[in-house]
Antibody, heavy 120, light 111 residues
Framework: QVQLVQSGAEVKKPGTSVKISCKTS????????IYWLRQAPGQGLEWMGV????????SDTQKFRGRLTMTRDTSTSTAYMELRSLTYEDTAVYYC?????????????WGQGTTVTVSS | DIVMTQSPLSLAVTPGEPASISCRAS???????????LDWYLQKPGQSPQLLIY???TRASGVPDRFSGSGSGTDFTLRISRVEAEDVGVYYC?????????FGQGTKVEI
């Protein structure tokens, strides 16, 4: 079955970086964008960016520009998200989700979420 | 950026009764294809969000037919024909017209 399995919870100090993986299975990796989103404690959903699995092209929001890197490894069907210069406000659950490349289909499968806690 | 506004933000429902949530976009979500790029997601307690409706009115795979979506342009509605206990959680609308996706604030549905 289709799965997006994310790496485990992380505790990081302010100013450091975190890298989260999203391992996909059960479908053709090249056929779906991978989106990254996050949810701060008690808050709503926030879109961070997207990576194209075919060419590795990315798009993200101005809010994270310069701190966010999204990559993918087609040999393992895995996407990665690295966020640098962490602050307490980056404490959140981070999700990956997929959406079809060739037509709009909504984000139909999500990862289980990765909790990132920024604490000194 | 497209601003998404949901109402109400909280909704107490009775099992077996209908419920509806509204979502308004700050600009039209109508794509050149003719579809409205508006999704509805449900986040059940302690779970990842799940897709309910895409392009405003198409139910995602496996979604019960008691859920329906309608609307066009800037105004959209999610309806539950007969609420069940398992429908509790936070419902979000999301625009997919711009690459930078934006969500409504969420509507918390409780029994």
């Amino acid at each position: 079955q289709v799965q997006l399995v994310q790496s485990g919870a992380e505790v990081k100090k302010p100013g450091t970086s975190v890298k989260i993986s999203c391992k996909t299975s059960g479908y053709i990796f090249a056929a779906y964008y991978i989106y990254w989103l996050r949810q701060a404690p008690g808050q709503g959903l926030e879109w961070m960016g997207v990576v194209n699995p075919v060419d590795g092209g990315t798009s993200d929001t101005q809010k994270f520009r310069g701190r966010l890197t999204m990559t993918r490894d087609t040999s393992t069907s895995t996407a990665y998200m690295e966020l640098r210069s962490l602050t307490y406000e980056d404490t959140a659950v981070y999700y990956c989700a997929r959406d079809k490349l060739d037509y709009y289909n909504g984000m139909d499968v999500w990862g289980q979420g990765t909790t990132v806690t920024v604490s000194s | 950026d497209i601003v998404m506004t949901q109402s109400p933000l909280s909704l107490a429902v009775t099992p077996g009764e209908p419920a509806s949530i509204s979502c308004r976009a700050s600009q039209s979500l109508r794509h050149s294809s003719g579809y409205n790029y508006l999704d509805w997601y449900l986040q059940k307690p302690g779970q990842s969000p799940q897709l309910l409706i895409y392009v405003a009115s198409t139910r995602a795979s496996g979604v019960p037919d008691r859920f329906s979506g309608s609307g066009s342009g800037t105004d959209f509605t999610l309806r539950i024909s007969r609420v069940e206990a398992e429908d509790v959680g936070v419902y979000y609308c999301m625009q997919g017209l711009q690459t930078y996706r934006t969500f409504g604030q969420g509507t918390k549905v409780e029994i």
